[in-house]
Protein backbone atom coordinates (compact mmCIF):
# COMPACT_ATOMS: atom_id res chain seq x y z
CA UNK A 1 0.00 0.00 0.00
CA UNK A 2 1.08 3.48 -1.40
CA UNK A 3 2.00 5.72 2.06
CA UNK A 4 4.26 8.40 3.34
CA UNK A 5 6.66 7.47 6.45
CA UNK A 6 8.10 10.86 8.58
CA UNK A 7 11.28 11.12 10.52
CA UNK A 8 13.37 13.13 11.73
CA UNK A 9 11.71 14.81 14.98
CA UNK A 10 13.42 14.54 18.49
CA UNK A 11 14.03 17.24 21.50
CA UNK A 12 16.25 20.35 20.79
CA UNK A 13 16.33 23.49 22.92
CA UNK A 14 14.91 26.64 21.66
CA UNK A 15 17.01 28.13 18.74
CA UNK A 16 17.86 24.85 17.49
CA UNK A 17 17.46 22.95 14.42
CA UNK A 18 16.00 19.49 12.81
CA UNK A 19 15.13 18.42 9.41
CA UNK A 20 12.37 16.36 9.02
CA UNK A 21 11.59 13.69 6.19
CA UNK A 22 8.88 12.16 4.38
CA UNK A 23 9.49 9.34 2.77
CA UNK A 24 6.82 7.49 0.03
CA UNK A 25 6.62 4.21 -0.42
CA UNK A 26 5.39 2.42 -4.03
CA UNK A 27 5.11 5.95 -5.51
CA UNK A 28 7.30 9.43 -6.79
CA UNK A 29 6.78 12.04 -4.28
CA UNK A 30 7.47 14.63 -7.40
CA UNK A 31 3.89 13.53 -9.13
CA UNK A 32 2.37 15.11 -5.86
CA UNK A 33 1.71 18.02 -3.96
CA UNK A 34 3.22 17.45 -0.50
CA UNK A 35 2.13 18.97 2.86
CA UNK A 36 3.72 19.18 6.20
CA UNK A 37 1.18 19.25 9.21
CA UNK A 38 1.54 19.28 12.15
CA UNK A 39 -1.37 18.94 15.43
CA UNK A 40 0.11 20.35 19.08
CA UNK A 41 -1.60 18.93 22.08
CA UNK A 42 -5.24 20.05 22.21
CA UNK A 43 -5.36 21.65 19.16
CA UNK A 44 -6.58 21.12 15.53
CA UNK A 45 -4.05 19.67 12.74
CA UNK A 46 -2.54 22.98 11.15
CA UNK A 47 -0.60 23.08 7.47
CA UNK A 48 2.87 24.52 7.96
CA UNK A 49 4.52 24.27 4.65
CA UNK A 50 3.40 22.43 0.98
CA UNK A 51 5.21 22.08 -2.45
CA UNK A 52 3.02 22.23 -5.39
CA UNK A 53 4.29 19.92 -7.89
CA UNK A 54 2.51 21.05 -10.84
CA UNK A 55 4.40 24.68 -10.74
CA UNK A 56 6.82 24.18 -7.78
CA UNK A 57 5.10 26.99 -5.53
CA UNK A 58 5.29 26.69 -2.01
CA UNK A 59 3.40 27.71 0.63
CA UNK A 60 3.45 28.49 4.06
CA UNK A 61 1.82 29.22 7.85
CA UNK A 62 2.81 32.81 8.83
CA UNK A 63 4.17 30.96 11.86
CA UNK A 64 7.02 29.63 10.17
CA UNK A 65 7.99 32.17 7.85
CA UNK A 66 11.57 32.50 7.57
CA UNK A 67 12.60 29.66 9.76
CA UNK A 68 11.13 26.68 7.62
CA UNK A 69 11.94 25.37 4.57
CA UNK A 70 10.68 22.44 2.38
CA UNK A 71 12.52 20.35 -0.42
CA UNK A 72 13.12 17.31 -2.44
CA UNK A 73 15.73 14.83 -1.76
CA UNK A 74 17.91 13.67 -4.75
CA UNK A 75 16.13 10.53 -5.43
CA UNK A 76 12.21 10.72 -6.19
CA UNK A 77 10.75 9.61 -3.06
CA UNK A 78 11.41 12.08 -0.28
CA UNK A 79 10.48 15.56 0.99
CA UNK A 80 12.27 17.46 3.62
CA UNK A 81 11.34 20.26 6.15
CA UNK A 82 14.03 21.97 7.49
CA UNK A 83 13.27 23.79 10.77
CA UNK A 84 15.23 26.50 12.02
CA UNK A 85 15.45 28.82 15.32
CA UNK A 86 13.13 26.43 16.88
CA UNK A 87 10.40 28.01 19.50
CA UNK A 88 9.05 26.29 21.95
CA UNK A 89 5.06 26.83 20.22
CA UNK A 90 6.48 24.45 17.44
CA UNK A 91 6.31 21.63 19.51
CA UNK A 92 3.82 19.15 17.65
CA UNK A 93 3.69 15.57 16.14
CA UNK A 94 4.64 16.70 12.01
CA UNK A 95 3.00 14.65 9.40
CA UNK A 96 2.72 14.89 5.71
CA UNK A 97 0.52 13.71 3.68
CA UNK A 98 -0.53 14.35 -0.19
CA UNK A 99 -2.32 17.73 -0.60
CA UNK A 100 -3.64 18.24 -3.83
CA UNK A 101 -3.01 22.03 -5.25
CA UNK A 102 -1.64 22.34 -1.49
CA UNK A 103 -5.47 23.65 -0.82
CA UNK A 104 -5.16 23.67 2.89
CA UNK A 105 -2.12 26.85 2.97
CA UNK A 106 -2.88 28.01 -0.52
CA UNK A 107 -7.23 27.99 0.09
CA UNK A 108 -8.02 27.18 3.70
CA UNK A 109 -8.99 24.53 3.61
CA UNK A 110 -9.12 22.65 6.96
CA UNK A 111 -6.60 19.50 7.16
CA UNK A 112 -9.18 17.48 8.39
CA UNK A 113 -10.48 16.38 4.90
CA UNK A 114 -7.49 14.79 3.97
CA UNK A 115 -7.24 11.29 4.24
CA UNK A 116 -4.01 8.61 4.53
CA UNK A 117 -2.62 10.26 8.08
CA UNK A 118 0.74 8.31 9.16
CA UNK A 119 2.44 7.84 12.56
CA UNK A 120 4.17 11.23 12.46
CA UNK A 121 7.23 12.39 13.90
CA UNK A 122 7.28 14.27 17.41
CA UNK A 123 9.09 17.65 17.80
CA UNK A 124 9.76 18.68 21.30
CA UNK A 125 11.27 22.24 21.48
CA UNK A 126 12.31 22.93 25.39
CA UNK A 127 13.59 26.07 26.64
Known amino acids: QAQLVESGGGLVHTGGSLRLSCTAS????????IGWFRQAPGKEREGVFCINNQDGNTYYADSVKGRFTISRGNTKNTIFLQMNNLKSEDTAVYYCTTDPFCRVLKDHWNAGYLENWGQGTQVTVSS
Open 26 to 33: MFAVDNYS
